[in-house]
Structure formats: structure tokens, C-alpha cells
């Protein structure tokens, strides 16, 4: 009986265990599936902007000239005689330093020449003064008499006078032309090149030597239109710093001596002119600037306030996107104002403290759910350093 009885209950006591079985397993992935749900959005990177102020620094390039090159004349006929050491190409000379001397045999001459055609002429209006003095005590004696300046002796006077005048300017020019004998350096100046030598006979006007000034040197700088709206109103004045690149680089100052006040009719560039004070720093320890180097010349421009400064990267098509307060993806179109290096300064477009997005999801849409990395929710965080302002 009692086997009968275990028979019929079996089936439905096993039945009973696997029903519960079935419920507890069910109930236990339910758990599990509750448990491990996932958050799909994607993780982005934010940073908060800023509103700055921005100091525009232009650049440009251009080839240093000497201030002025002359070319050298004599300015008397003869034949050198000797020529300063230095007097050659490539060499360096002081203002007022002899470069070369004509033969002065002659020059001396004339000037002795024109020293007694002088003391002739004085000699000459003293006797016609003495003459004009008699003259006039005579006349004193005959008051009633009428006399003429030519019996007073008045143009013979003047005549003299002239004579003394004209042998002065005779004396003068005699003079200037023996000091031209010795041709002097007009400023401190590098020789570019030398005609003549010892022996050789040069005659008035004819060109001997071309010296380049190394007192100051200048920079004319092409301004492109980009860069031009950023230049202050008054620019002379302005330092400007000069760097040669290359394995001896260095830098030098100068500052922006005009603008040549035209616009370029084949580039539609204006220009600025850079000086350089002693640019071979022969008064001072200052690395030299050759003529005929080519430099980058850098100088402040206009200041740019209530802008942005964003990196290119993260600027596409002038769109940039943010994170809203309900952490969806916003596009938002900006104005660029100005690009330096690798960064764009923007005027419009932006918010103070609005969150820039530095990863996007590899496809962004407008309104998409995105998780901020770094910033904690109730049930986790993503673990990143704090984000900087831009």
C-alpha cells in the first residue's frame, strides 16, 4: 500500500521541485540582468571656456638693407698716393676716417696762389681807401664845389672791396679742393667694393668705391590683409624683435620706423619699415646682422578682447560642439577672428563657462545623450583628471 501511495506521489512531487527550480532560476537572472544593465551612452571629454583678452603678435619676413649706399667719387683729378688699410672690400671703416689720398702737389700750390692774390686785394682797397680819404679832405676844402663819387672815389672803393671778395672764394675753393685730396668715410661704413690703387690717376666725379652705411639697418616688412586690421593706429615706435633662424639663431631689437603708406598693386600688401641700430654691434656686444640676411620680425599688434581661444582641432567647418545643461550634444557655429599657431581666437558663437567638448562619439548628433567623463552620477563615475578652462 505504502509503495502504491510513494508511485503516485513521485511524478507530482518532482513536478513540484521543478516548478520551484524554474522559478528560483528566473528569479535569479532577472536579478543578475537588473544588475549588470549597462549605460550606452558615450563618454566625452569636456572642458569649460573662458572669455579672454588676447595680445595679436604679427609676423612677417624680410631682408635687411643698409639705411644708404653711396657711391663713392672723387672730387679732384690726380693720382693716388696711398689708400687706407681697410679700404677694401669687405672691410669695416669709422666716419671721418681717411680711405684714400690724391697727390697734393698742386692743391698746395693753388692754395699759396690764391693766399697772394689775396693779400693783393687788400693791399689794392687800402691804397684806394687811402686815395677816397685824400679825396675827401680835399672836398672838405671846397664846400661850395660840387664833387662826384668818382672824384671821391667811391667805385674805385667798391671795385676793391670786390677784388678782396672774390680772391676770398678763390682762397676757399683752393682749400676745399686740397682737403678733397684726403676722401673721407661719410658715416661708419662697410667697403662693397674699390676701383682704384696706388699710382692710378682718377679724375673729378669718376666713381672709386660703394660703401654700404652700418650705423643703421632696415627692414621692409610685407603686411598681408589678414594682419593689417590687427595693426595698431600709430605704429612708429614699436619694438619689433628680429629672430634669424638657422643652427647660430639669435635675436635682436628694433622698432617699426614708418609705414610706406602704398599698397602693393601685384600682392595688395602694405609695408612697415624696421630700423636697426648698429646692426654689425661694433658699439656693443649684439651678434651682427649682415645686409642681405633674411629674418622673421615679430611685433605687438592690436589687443583683441571678449574672445575665445580654441585649438584648430576642435573647430570643423566653424562648428564647434558643447554639452548642455541636460547633457546633449549642441553644435554651435562660431566666428573666427584670427588663427595663431594652432589655435583660433573666436568672437561669437560661445558662452562663458559653456562646456566644449574635446572627444566627440564617432558619430555626433544634435540632442545625443552623452556621459561626461569625470563627473559623478548615483550609480558611478568615470574616473578622469579635472578638467582646465580654456
Not at 501511495?5 to 522559478?23: E, N, Q, R, S, Y
Not at 588676447?54 to 653711396?70: A, D, K, R
Not at 669695416?92 to 697772394?116: G, H, M, P, R
Not at 638657422?246 to 609695408?271: H, K, W, Y
Amino acid at each position: 500500500m505504502q509503495i502504491k501511495i510513494l508511485k503516485w506521489a513521485f511524478p507530482f512531487v518532482a513536478l513540484a521541485l521543478g516548478v520551484f527550480g524554474f522559478m528560483g532560476i528566473n528569479a535569479i537572472a532577472q536579478e543578475a540582468q537588473e544588475k549588470n544593465e549597462v549605460d550606452t551612452r558615450p563618454v566625452v571629454t569636456v572642458e569649460s571656456v573662458a572669455v579672454n583678452s588676447h595680445q595679436v603678435i604679427i609676423n612677417s619676413y624680410g631682408e635687411v638693407q643698409p639705411l644708404e649706399s653711396t657711391l663713392l667719387a672723387a672730387q679732384v683729378s690726380g693720382e693716388v698716393t696711398s689708400w687706407h688699410p681697410n679700404f677694401i672690400a669687405g672691410g669695416v671703416v669709422a666716419k671721418n676716417e681717411t680711405l684714400f689720398t690724391i697727390e697734393k702737389d698742386n692743391y698746395e700750390a693753388a692754395v699759396l696762389q690764391a693766399e697772394a692774390d689775396l693779400t693783393r686785394a687788400k693791399a689794392a682797397l687800402i691804397e684806394e681807401k687811402a686815395y677816397a680819404q685824400v679825396a675827401a679832405d680835399e672836398a672838405k676844402r671846397f664846400p661850395n664845389k660840387k664833387h662826384t663819387d668818382l672824384f671821391l672815389r667811391k667805385p674805385q672803393v667798391l671795385s676793391a672791396q670786390a677784388s678782396v671778395k672774390s680772391a676770398q672764394a678763390a682762397l676757399k675753393r683752393a682749400n676745399r679742393d686740397l682737403d678733397n685730396c684726403e676722401v673721407k668715410a661719410p658715416y661708419d661704413a662697410l667697403i662693397v667694393s674699390r676701383n682704384i690703387g696706388v699710382g692710378q690717376f682718377v679724375t673729378m666725379g669718376s666713381q672709386v668705391a660703394e660703401l654700404n652705411n652700418i650705423e643703421t639697418a632696415e627692414i621692409t616688412l610685407p603686411i598681408a590683409g589678414f594682419d593689417s586690421v590687427f595693426l595698431p593706429k600709430r605704429v612708429k615706435g614699436i619694438t619689433a624683435t628680429i629672430v634669424t633662424k638657422g643652427l647660430n639663431s639669435f635675436t635682436r631689437q628694433g622698432a617699426i620706423d614708418r609705414d610706406l603708406g602704398v599698397v602693393d598693386s601685384a600682392t595688395r600688401m602694405s609695408s612697415l619699415v624696421v630700423r636697426i641700430n648698429d646692426p654689425y654691434g661694433l658699439k656693443s656686444d649684439l651678434p651682427p646682422i649682415k645686409f642681405g640676411s633674411y629674418v622673421q620680425v615679430n611685433f605687438k599688434g592690436a589687443v583683441l578682447s571678449s574672445i575665445y581661444k580654441l585649438p584648430q582641432a576642435l573647430v570643423n567647418n566653424k562648428m564647434v560642439w558643447v554639452v548642455n545643461d541636460k547633457q546633449e550634444l549642441e553644435a554651435r557655429k562660431v566666428t573666427v577672428i584670427r588663427e595663431e599657431g594652432e589655435f583660433f581666437y573666436v568672437s561669437d558663437g560661445l558662452n562663458s563657462d559653456d562646456r566644449l567638448v574635446l572627444t566627440l562619439p564617432e558619430y555626433p548628433q544634435k540632442g545625443m545623450q552623452v556621459k561626461i567623463a569625470g563627473l559623478k552620477t548615483d550609480s558611478q563615475s568615470v574616473d578622469t583628471p579635472e578638467p582646465q578652462q580654456l
